[in-house]
């Protein structure tokens, strides 16, 4: 749909047509007003104080008209989706307003020099400097300034825009606040090569974010896995989309907690898991019992482990087969023995048996 173009006659019509209205309600007001404060006045007086009262307040508008600047009713015509001659220039003008809402409305126009958007990239109100942020035609260099901006929304802009530098793009990734975070990712300006200065950068904070990203690249998941820091390599052992590979070396790993992060990991290879089943650290072999991809041999084992932890681990499985449930509820572990009772896929006769030893055992202890 085009634009109306009047030339300006009509919408200065009804705007010269709205203010008589208002100043005829004005003084109205105030003469009905001195008229309650004074009812011992005659009629004729009060009409004259209504008299009065109207011209003052007509008196005012006008005034009010003389200092309104020129390019006001333009910008108006603009907001309101209208033509003028010069819009550049209204623009440019409208840059001093003192309200927030002329500013916002020039920072987020398309037809902006950006010599106003650098200006109005140093606006008090963070509104102003987000629209900029947004504008299409927002510069790198003033979107790089931007991205230092100590308000989230504002920076969350910049790293949706599709004209940040990635070098930007790469500084809003380390950002603390989450959004602006994977909106830099998904910017279509994020290349592998960002995933990897990720990956190696000096920051522990960045590399530990991008160890536990999905979308994490192989590449760079490789670098990660590989890092110095063992709580990097654990954080990386637990995402999905580290490869069997890298999680069968990982599970060889010198710490226990990178060994019980692969444990964990539901994307973890058998030969993994099958090692680390037999794992010296409790932690290890408890993570093993509750990873939702162990084979139905591995779960019998782990039901017979020396520490009633693990033990403890696998009667908590929904997926626990009859046959050991029913032997783990003559555990010697009561813990191990409630955990089956409780269990949804524990036969309703084997829980009630549960129960009644466990208050006959009660029964017994009272006596």
């Known amino acids: 749909m085009s634009k109306r173009s009047d030339g300006g006659r009509g919408t200065n019509q009804y705007a010269a047509r709205g203010r008589s209205v208002r100043r005829v309600v004005q003084g109205a007001l105030l003469g009905a007003r001195w008229a309650a404060q004074n009812p011992t006045a005659e009629i004729s007086t009060i009409n004259d104080e209504l008299l009065r009262q109207a011209q003052h307040a007509s008196h005012l508008d006008s005034q009010r008209d003389q200092t309104e600047p020129a390019w006001r009713p333009q910008l108006d015509r603009m907001v309101a989706g209208l033509d003028v001659p010069d819009p550049s220039w209204v623009l440019e003008q409208a840059e001093q307003s003192d309200n927030a809402y002329d500013r916002k409305f020039v920072a987020a126009h398309p037809r902006v020099s950006i010599t106003t958007l650098i200006n109005l990239a140093h606006d008090n109100d963070w509104v102003v400097r987000a629209e900029v942020a947004g504008n299409p035609h927002c510069y790198p260099n003033v979107l790089r300034q931007l991205s230092r901006d100590p308000e989230a929304p504002v920076r969350l802009k910049v790293a949706k825009h599709p004209n940040t530098y990635p070098e930007t793009l790469h500084e809003l990734a380390r950002d603390p606040d989450e959004g602006v975070r994977q909106a830099a990712i998904h910017n279509n300006s994020w290349t592998l ?80 898991l099958d090692s680390l089943y037999k794992d010296p650290e409790t932690a290890v072999r408890r993570e093993v019992a509750r990873n939702p991809d162990i084979t139905y041999a591995l779960m019998d084992d782990l039901a017979r482990d020396t520490d009633s932890l693990v033990r403890h681990a696998v009667a908590q499985r929904p997926d626990c087969e009859q046959s050991i449930l029913e032997r783990l509820s003559e555990d010697p572990d009561s813990a191990v023995r409630l955990a089956v009772e409780e269990n949804p896929a524990t036969p309703s006769k084997l829980a009630e048996r549960i129960r009644l030893d466990a208050v006959n055992k009660a029964n017994s202890w009272t006596q």
């Open 193 to 272: 090569k960002d995933w990897e200065h990720c990956a190696q950068d000096t920051d522990l904070m960045v590399r530990l974010w991008a160890a536990q990203q999905p979308d994490c690249p192989p590449t760079a998941l490789d670098k990660l896995t590989r890092d110095m820091v063992p709580q990097v390599r654990a954080t990386a052992a637990t995402n999905p989309s580290s490869s069997a590979d890298n999680l069968k070396r990982l599970s060889r790993d010198d710490d226990w907690k990178v060994r019980s992060a692969v444990a964990s990991n539901p994307a973890s290879p058998f030969a993994a």
